[in-house]
């Protein structure tokens, strides 16, 4: 399944800077960057529960906001790209 993963972290200490790189490393391990704040994760459900509980115990709660979107299977018909930057699929042939 598709899930989007959109956070917020506050940036105005060092240990908020620390949390935002961390909040986008665990992001970065589950799915790819699409905005600077924003991953789409194609996850297994196994996968999501960990990713899920891995990101919440990473933000401070009283400062940072996580917000996700599933979009399920059948994404594709869901997500609209337009401008800059081309999209990708994340079920696509990867080339290195």
């Known amino acids: 399944m598709l899930m989007l993963v ?3 972290v ?3 200490d ?3 800077r620390r949390r ?5 490393r665990l992001c970065q391990n589950f799915g790819q960057r ?4 924003v991953f789409e994760c194609d996850v297994d459900a196994a996968q999501w529960v960990a990713l899920r509980s891995q990101l919440i ?7 940072d906001s996580l917000r996700f979107y ?5 994404w594709r018909s869901r997500v609209e790209h337009v401008g800059a930057k081309d999209s990708y699929d994340p079920r696509g042939p990867l080339v290195f």
């Open 6 to 8: 959109t956070y917020d």
């Open 10 to 12: 506050a940036t105005d």
């Open 14 to 16: 060092a240990a908020g």
């Open 20 to 24: 935002l790189r961390r909040v986008a």
């Open 34 to 37: 699409v905005q600077y704040s």
């Open 57 to 63: 115990a990473e933000i401070d709660t009283k400062a």
């Open 70 to 74: 599933r979009l399920g299977v059948n």
